[in-house]
T-cell receptor
Framework: GDSVTQTEGPVTVSESESLIINCTYS????????LFWYVRYPGEGLQLLLK?????QKGSSRGFEATYNKETTSFHLQKASVQESDSAVYYC????????????FGSGTQLTVMP | DTTVKQNPRYKLARVGKPVNLICSQT?????MYWYQKKPNQAPKLLLF???????READTFEKFQSSRPNNSFCSLYIGSAGLEYSAMYLC?????????????FGPGTRLTVL
């Protein structure tokens, strides 16, 4: 079936350190998967961080980057230098269009950035 | 306004009692979704409305009902709550039918069944 697997949390890093949160997907029933990273900051709802709809392309937002790698079925989230305000839960998600837009989420990675 | 609102934010229910959760959005999105989120698990799609058409996931078909009286509102109804229904319920909306659509999420309703 279709699924998303991501780095299990919690992950703790110090401010200004680099970060990578791994995400791999399986899209057996989706011809053209679209990939997303969503983030949930404390007390807020899930919000889209970045998205990539074409294999081989890179998405970026707020200093985060992720490249859609079809060969390795991966969409890892990276940031060169994290800030305390990046502390949140990050979800990798797989999307499709088949009459409507459905998202298949990973289980989330809790990130804590220490000052 | 790109917010999705959910009411209530917290709900306490007794086993066997009904529960009704409300979601609203003013973005004129044609698709609205309900997800269930349990600790350390991925959000799980329960159902979604595309315009007036309700689509329910096969494994939750009999457990949840929904209504969408107009484009802006969508409810999630549990006829008889069980302990296993304790979870965070997330509502989302999107334009749907668009390759570049993104889902906008509400803050969630935390349901505790005792």
């Amino acid at each position: 079936g279709d699924s998303v697997t991501q780095t299990e949390g919690p992950v703790t890093v110090s401010e200004s350190e680099s970060l990578i949160i791994n995400c791999t997907y399986s899209a057996t029933s989706i011809a053209y998967p679209n990939l997303f990273w969503y983030v949930r900051y404390p007390g807020e709802g899930l919000q889209l961080l970045l998205k990539v709809i074409t294999a081989g392309q890179k998405g970026s937002s707020r200093g985060f980057e992720a490249t859609y790698n079809k060969e390795t079925t991966s969409f890892h989230l990276q940031k060169a230098s994290v800030q305390e305000s990046d502390s949140a839960v990050y979800y990798c998600a797989l999307g499709e269009t088949s009459g409507s837009w459905q998202l298949i989420f990973g289980s989330g990675t809790q990130l804590t950035v220490m000052p | 306004d790109t917010t999705v609102k959910q009411n209530p934010r917290y709900k306490l229910a007794r086993v066997g009692k009904p529960v009704n959760l409300i979601c609203s959005q003013t973005m004129n999105h044609d698709t609205m979704y309900w997800y269930q989120k349990k600790p350390n698990q991925a959000p799980k799609l329960l159902l979604f409305y595309y315009d007036k058409i309700l689509n329910r996931e096969a494994d939750t078909f009999e457990k949840f009902q929904s209504s969408r009286p107009n484009n802006s509102f969508c409810s999630l109804y549990i006829g008889s709550a069980g302990l296993e229904y304790s979870a965070m319920y997330l509502c989302a909306s999107s334009r749907g039918g668009d390759n570049y659509a993104e889902q906008f999420f509400g803050p969630g309703t935390r349901l505790t069944v005792l």
